[in-house]
């Protein structure tokens, strides 16, 4: 069985692959949608190319979309955004896959107006957030932070198995590297890992 790598940058890897804006790249699944670091002038026929694209079946996500408080976009005109992709989202059945920098409290809200499952790709930060998005239903997705922040793989161990993905980002790595660690961390064997991983996807595809 491959490693299923649920958010990635790498064109011909197994997994979700996140489209970059305005690619005419047609992997055989992706994810797309507005970056915050995305939202210029332009926004709009960058906004409508997104839900162009995301009427295609080869696209299990929208994302990564979200909210981030390092780049130099207004807030509100991020958060408007955010909620329009995730109408987008609730329209179409799609599970989000959310960027989010040093705004974690702000995702709470949106978690009302959402219909579908919202997954935090590279989770990296402390336990109380954690808690506080698992509690409201989120799921985390776990990248090469796993590998060797000690406080993370806490985290990760007290995570929920069916709450939980692991991705490669844009990182230069092998995703069999994340599962093995993973597994570890879990007391679980890999093809264990990879079983789980594949029984959480087929749950926030079929939003059960």
Not at 65 to 87: M, P, R, W
Not at 150 to 176: G, M, W, Y
Not at 179 to 190: F, G, P, Q
Request: with cysteine; proline share 3%; hydrophobic share 40%.
């Amino acid at each position: 069985m491959d490693f299923f790598d649920f958010h990635h940058h790498h064109l011909g890897q197994f997994g979700i692959y996140n489209l970059d804006l305005f690619s005419d790249d047609n992997p055989e699944i992706f994810s797309v949608g507005l970056h915050p670091k995305d939202i210029t002038n332009d926004f709009e026929s960058a906004l409508d190319w997104a839900k162009s694209r995301a009427q295609e079946p080869n696209c299990l996500a929208i994302g990564e979309c979200g909210l981030d408080a390092l780049v130099e976009v207004d807030s509100a005109l991020q958060e408007e955004l955010f909620t329009q992709q995730i109408l987008l989202a609730n329209k179409l059945q799609k599970p989000i896959i959310i960027h989010c920098v040093r705004r974690h409290q702000d995702l709470l809200k949106f978690q009302k107006i959402a219909k579908i499952p919202l997954i935090v790709h590279g989770f990296n930060k402390k336990e109380s957030i954690a808690t506080n998005l698992l509690n409201a239903g989120f799921y985390l997705s776990f990248g090469k932070s796993l590998l060797e922040n000690l406080s993370l793989q806490s985290v990760f161990k007290e995570c929920p198995n069916h709450r939980f993905f692991l991705e490669t980002d844009a990182a230069e790595i092998n995703i069999s590297e994340i599962y093995d660690k993973a597994s570890s961390i879990k007391a679980m064997s890999t093809s264990e890992m990879q079983q789980l991983i594949k029984q959480n996807l087929n749950l926030i595809l079929n939003n059960e």
